[in-house]
């Protein structure tokens, strides 16, 4: 039993060994893996504020100008009204003038 026990144990010891060696070699390609994760995953991070920052300029570039436009809108009506309001009071003003023409 003895003879046989000897081999036994000297082929669990080579399997350990074996084992032993591609869990060392599993453990640095995990650790190699998570560092490739890490930096992808700071990538992504930098990548997600750039994009919000980028988004957020052009909102606000975006809005500015619809801003700018609506106020130059705004004050062409004004312009129109004032000039309306203009016509109006001289075409008043001329029937006035008629009025107290026709009334002489």
């Known amino acids: ?3 046989t ?3 036994e144990v000297a082929a669990l010891r080579k ?3 074996e084992y032993g060696k ?3 070699e599993m453990r640095g ?3 190699q893996l998570n560092k490739i994760v890490s930096a992808s995953v700071r990538q992504s991070i930098w990548q997600l504020i750039a994009l919000i920052v980028t988004l957020l300029v052009a909102i606000g570039g975006g809005l500015a100008y619809q801003t ?3 106020e130059k809108r705004i004050e062409q009506v004004e312009k129109r009204i004032e000039q309306a309001e203009k016509n109006i009071t001289a ?3 001329d ?3 008629e009025v107290r023409v026709q009334r002489k």
């Open 91 to 93: 075409r008043f003003e």
């Open 22 to 24: 591609e869990l060392a």
């Open 1 to 3: 039993m003895s003879t």
């Open 5 to 7: 026990f000897n081999p």
């Open 68 to 70: 700018s436009m609506i």
């Open 95 to 97: 029937l006035k003038q």
């Open 29 to 31: 390609t995990v650790n």
């Open 15 to 17: 399997e350990v060994a």
